[in-house]
């Protein structure tokens, strides 16, 4: 059974920054694909950041590219989000999740596998 477990969620003010991590537990592999969706209240839950880990490759919504960096530790299955230049609208439970097939697109809700519990992130203005 594999499990994500997320960490490193808060609340900063705008300008700050937050890092958060997911641990895959269960398997060995991370995935084909990792990501991190965000879901704030009464909206839908959107894609932030997806990254495949045997290419290395890393995708982001057009919101935070250039203040978010996805990025991963094969060693220590994991992958992080650095959260910079945080803003209000950046509010939302971050929620990491893993894909383990192929052909869909890192943004889209329906191509992952397994969830993590989500933490919150709570920017003030």
């Known amino acids: 059974q594999v499990q994500l477990v997320e960490s490193g969620g808060g609340s900063v003010q705008a300008g700050g920054s937050l890092s958060l991590s997911c641990v895959v537990f269960g398997y060995t592999y991370s995935g084909v694909c990792m990501g991190w969706f965000r879901q704030a209240p009464g909206k839908e839950r959107e894609g932030v950041a997806g990254?495949?880990?045997?290419?290395?490759?890393?995708y982001y919504a057009d919101s935070v590219k250039g203040r978010f960096t996805i990025s991963q530790d094969n060693a220590k299955n994991t992958v992080y989000l650095q959260m910079n230049s945080l803003k209000p609208e950046d509010t939302a439970m971050y929620y990491c999740?893993?894909?383990?097939?192929?052909?869909?697109?890192?943004?889209?809700?329906?191509?992952?596998?397994?969830w993590g519990q989500g933490t919150q992130v709570t920017v003030s203005s």
């Open positions: 999740a893993a894909s383990y097939r192929y052909g869909g697109s890192w943004s889209d809700v329906g191509s992952y596998n397994y």
């Open positions: 990254i495949y880990p045997g290419f290395g490759s890393t």
